[in-house]
């Protein structure tokens, strides 16, 4: 049963940095990453990592957040730095495995200005 864990949300100052972090287990999995979903919005993508470490990340979070993964425990990491208020939002970790996508249960991110 594959399972996704998500830590490291929380309430952040402008400026400041999180670092999210989610554990994976049940399979392989050849892509994770991260979405967002902000209140009235849809959940879009924030960036993903193949199993190769190759990185695609959404332009406006370029520069400013890095994803990398440790194959070896199945966890996906989000450095999250100079935050912005429009970053407040349901994180939510995802990962693929064998053409099925698997969702966290998210982990909110607050941005208070």
């Known amino acids: 049963q594959v399972q996704l864990v998500e830590s490291g949300g929380g309430l952040v100052q402008a400026g400041g940095s999180l670092r999210l972090s989610c554990a994976a287990s049940?399979?392989?999995?050849?892509?994770m990453g991260w979405y967002r979903q902000a209140p009235g919005k849809q959940r879009e993508l924030v960036a993903t990592?193949?199993?190769?470490?190759?990185?695609n990340y959404q332009d406006s979070v370029k520069g400013r957040f890095t994803i990398s993964r440790d194959n070896a425990k199945s966890t996906v990491y989000l450095q999250m730095n100079s935050l912005k208020p429009e970053d407040t939002a349901a994180y939510y970790c995802?990962?693929?495995?064998?053409?099925?996508?698997?969702w966290g249960q998210g982990t909110q991110v607050t941005v208070s200005s």
């Open positions: 995802y990962a693929r495995s064998f053409s099925r996508d698997y």
């Open positions: 049940g399979s392989i999995f050849s892509i």
């Open positions: 990592i193949t199993f190769g470490g190759s990185t």
